[in-house]
């Protein structure tokens, strides 16, 4: 049987392209001080109600005091989604 013939193929070399810059400011510096200050007063806000026995922050909120502060930290996570 006779052999075939093998087809030469020229080798794939890409087009050359010129590099762009990546721009990397995406314009949001508030997000993280937001975030942390989030954080932080929904910590501050849950320490504060135990150690001072329910007196502060707010007395007339009672144990919803734990959710305003769990609150805070849910917004905290919340705005920690749009950081980039």
Do not use: C, E, H
């Not at 810059?21 to 949001?28: E, N, T």
């Not at 026995?53 to 920690?80: K, R």
């Amino acid at each position: 049987m006779p052999k075939s013939r093998i087809r030469k193929k020229s080798d794939y070399t890409p087009p050359t392209q010129t590099a762009t810059p990546v721009k990397l400011k995406s314009g949001r510096g508030y997000i993280a001080p937001l975030m942390l200050g989030l954080f932080l007063v929904g910590l501050v806000w849950i320490v504060l109600y135990y150690v001072t026995s329910a007196a502060y922050p707010i007395s007339a909120l009672g144990n919803w005091n734990i959710v305003v502060g769990f609150g805070f930290i849910a917004g905290g996570f919340a705005v920690s989604t749009q950081w980039k």
